[in-house]
T-cell receptor, first 114, second 111 residues
Framework: DTEVTQTPKHLVMGMTNKKSLKCEQH?????MYWYKQKAKKPPELMFV???????INESVPSRFSPECPNSSLLNLHLHALQPEDSALYLC?????????????FGSGTRLTVV | DAKTTQPNSMESNEEEPVHLPCNHS???????IHWYRQLPSQGPEYVIH???SNVNNRMASLAIAEDRKSSTLILHRATLRDAAVYYC????????????FGTGTRLTIIP
């Protein structure tokens, strides 16, 4: 299995809802990432997990809450989002070993906040 | 983070070679040069990476200047499926670093 699987593919949520995005990989990768991508812009890093511990938080608002329950799973919990949070949310993974690891990206969850 | 500079857009004819340039004058000695591409409605996809020497794989070639301040991604024979945004990114020495994407080059392939 050489894929990163993200679910759901599309999500519409209200500003008072709570929802979660899920990311799964079975490549034995030990580093996992959340990126946010607005239309016509490059992906922007949100969080990095290394060996299931949060290692980088790029000053993301607390309405986004990441979780790494085990080495294969990465969740992003969403609460009280704003319409400007509408974007494509991308998950990625890499081996996490020293050296030039390739990063494998999922196809993303397209989130619309109404 | 060391920055990269790429042209916003390029066009190429189908079945011809494409040379995508990237400038990275502030590259550090431990920075690898990575290229990723993003097809419409998909996540980014790894293309190639290198440190000092030129590199080839089944997708592309990477030519790195001797002073490492610039590099060129070469698609030997462009197809319509190569139409994408191509990102040149520095880093990746420690294995769990963030990849910081620049604005990339939008490549259009003309049939």
């Amino acid at each position: 299995d050489t894929e990163v699987t993200q679910t759901p593919k599309h999500l519409v949520m209200g500003m008072t809802n709570k929802k979660s995005l899920k990311c799964e990989q079975h490549m034995g990768h030990r580093a996992m990432y959340w990126y946010k991508q607005k239309a016509k812009k490059p992906p922007e890093l949100m969080f990095v997990y290394s060996y299931e511990k949060l290692s980088i938080n790029e000053s993301v608002p607390s309405r986004f809450s990441p979780e790494c329950p085990n080495s294969s799973l990465l969740n992003l919990h969403l609460h009280a989002l704003q319409p400007e949070d509408s974007a494509l949310y991308l998950c990625a993974s890499s081996q996490g070993l020293r050296g030039p690891n390739g990063y494998t990206f999922g196809s993303g969850t397209r989130l619309t906040v109404v | 983070d060391a920055k990269t500079t790429q042209p916003n857009s390029m066009e190429s004819n189908e079945e011809e070679p494409v040379h995508l340039p990237c400038n990275h004058s502030t590259i550090s000695g431990t920075d690898y040069i990575h290229w990723y591409r993003q097809l419409p409605s998909q996540g980014p996809e790894y293309v190639i990476h290198g440190l000092t020497s030129n590199v080839n794989n089944r997708m592309a070639s990477l030519a790195i200047a001797e002073d490492r301040k610039s590099s060129t991604l070469i698609l030997h024979r462009a197809t319509l499926r190569d139409a994408a945004v191509y990102y040149c990114i520095l880093g990746g020495f420690f294995g769990n670093e963030k990849l910081t994407f620049g604005t990339g080059t939008r490549l259009t392939i003309i049939p």
